[in-house]
């Protein structure tokens, strides 16, 4: 039940940005988050030492084998930050 009402939020809140995006002339693109917080956003690869699953909620902070250390949410920022430039480089479809 809680999930499903989480669900039904985000979907609000996307359907929102989405027409308001649309009335302001921006761009809005939904980028697929997974491994956000595992990637490093300095090398790109996955750490043996980056938080993973469950057991791993309180990890907040981490280094990666790179020598970046990394504060969980800052670097989950950061990667979505990166893909969705990605996205923007290779080009939205136009309908
Ligand atoms: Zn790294």
């Known amino acids: ?5 989480l669900d039904a939020g985000w979907s609000s809140l996307k359907t929102m940005l989405e027409y308001k995006s ?3 002339g921006v761009i809005f693109e939904e980028v697929n988050e997974a491994y956000s917080t595992q990637i490093c956003s ?3 690869e996955i750490s043996d030492n980056s938080p993973k699953g469950r057991a791993d909620l309180n990890k907040s902070s981490w280094k990666c084998h790179c020598g ?3 504060d969980r949410d800052i670097n989950g920022a950061l990667n979505i930050l ?3 430039h990605e996205r ?3 080009g939205i479809p136009v309908l």
């Open 22 to 24: 649309r009335q302001a």
């Open 42 to 44: 300095s090398c790109g």
């Open 68 to 70: 970046s250390v990394h």
């Open 1 to 5: 039940m809680a999930k499903s009402t």
């Open 88 to 90: 923007l480089a290779v």
């Open 82 to 84: 990166a893909f969705g």
